[in-house]
Every structure is written in structure tokens, then in C-alpha cells.
Nanobody, 116 residues
Framework: QVQLVESGGGLVQAGGSLRLSCVVSGSRFNFFSMGWYRQAPGKQRELVAS???????DYADSVKGRFTISRDNAKNAVYLEMNSLKPEDTAVYYC??????????WGQGTQVTVSS
């Protein structure tokens, strides 16, 4: 059974930094894409950052220049370094791993709260 376990969320002041981690267990396969979504209260879930197995990355415009995604294919892990955090970054962050076009696995979510 594939499981994604996230860690690293928390409370931070505006301008601060956090690093999210997500480790996948139960799968020997390399995932086509791994990354992070987030969902703020009353808003739709949105893609924050993704990284393909070959290294190509994609970021939401709102986080470009502040967030950096990385992954360790050997460990089936993906990370999100978040700098210069803003109150509008407050959300539940969900890790995902995509094995095929219609095959997604999700983490349980980790809360990130940025105080002003």
C-alpha cells in the first residue's frame, strides 16, 4: 500500500522559512511527478510546485522566487523549501505522487500558518 507521510509544517512569522518533507513508502516505482498542493480555508486546492522525474519543475506564480522544490528519487521523497513566507501562504499543504496520468497518491496534509 502506497503511503505518503508529510512533515515540517507549523507556525511561522511573516518573512520566515519552513521546509516541508514528504516520504513515500510502499512503492518501488519511480513516480512520474511529485509535488505539493495547498488549500486555504474557503478556497480551492491549488498546485504550489511540482517536479518531474527528469527534474523539470513548475511553480505557482505566487510562490516563484520564494519556494524551491526538490526530490530524492532514491528515497522516493520530495521537499519544499519555503522562504519569505507571507500570511497568504497559510494553508494545508498536501504532498502528491503521480505514477500515471490517472494515478495519484496523496499525503494527509500538513498545516502551515504564517502570522503577520
Amino acid at each position: 500500500q502506497v503511503q505518503l507521510v508529510e512533515s515540517g509544517g507549523g507556525l511561522v512569522q511573516a518573512g520566515g522559512s519552513l521546509r516541508l518533507s514528504c516520504v513515500v513508502s510502499g512503492s518501488r516505482f519511480n513516480f512520474f511527478s511529485m509535488g505539493w498542493y495547498r488549500q486555504a480555508p474557503g478556497k480551492q486546492r491549488e498546485l504550489v510546485a511540482s517536479m518531474a522525474s527528469g527534474g523539470m519543475t513548475d511553480y505557482a506564480d505566487s510562490v516563484k522566487g520564494r519556494f524551491t522544490i526538490s526530490r530524492d528519487n532514491a528515497k522516493n521523497a520530495v521537499y519544499l523549501e519555503m522562504n519569505s513566507l507571507k500570511p497568504e501562504d497559510t494553508a494545508v499543504y498536501y504532498c502528491y505522487a503521480q505514477r500515471a496520468p490517472a494515478s495519484y497518491f496523496w499525503g494527509q496534509g500538513t498545516q502551515v500558518t504564517v502570522s503577520s
